[in-house]
């Protein structure tokens, strides 16, 4: 793998995934030809899709043709973790008029070293239902009392409705990360001639 630290082997294209406190790097040349870096600034501006009032914007520089985007380390430290949905802005130089170029999704990943739990909702969800499923639950989770009003754990049926709900979002969710990495899932069809 070349050092990703050089903007020469920056890869090309917006990332999948950010991982919060890490040095983001990536370049953007198929608009070089129609937008030459000289005239144009490109922006890259992502939205948390929560709908929270969370946004992440920064510009990218010329390199050669190309469009590079630089994120320092402190930077992305900032981010908060979650799915966004980005967009790719070009602006004329010379008027500051403004279009779109491109849009996506991406990801905004927790760092492992700050003590957070990995785990996505589904996962998360699956290990209490399944906890109280055993009987293994915390006070706290299967029943309790504030204001004189109470809530009590669901009947057995129902968590495990829940809990086959939670068991299928956690297996769809491992096979889209196997595919992503180019690992064999269960849909994997092999021939042998």
Known sequence: MANLFDPANAPTGVPTNIVVGDFVQFKVSEYSADYPNTDYTMTFLARIATGANTEIT????????DYLFSVSSGTTDDFDAGHYHYQLEIKRNSDSERLIVDRGEIDILTDLDNN????????????????????????????????GRSLTKFSPEELVQWRDYYRREVADQKRQEAITHGRKTSATILMRF
């Open 58 to 65: 920064f510009d990218a520089t010329a390199s050669g043709e």
């Open 116 to 147: 957070i739990d990995p785990r996505t909702h589904a996962e998360i969800m699956l290990g209490k239902i399944e906890g109280i499923l055993e009987g293994k639950a915390d006070a706290d989770v299967s029943s309790y009392s504030i204001s």
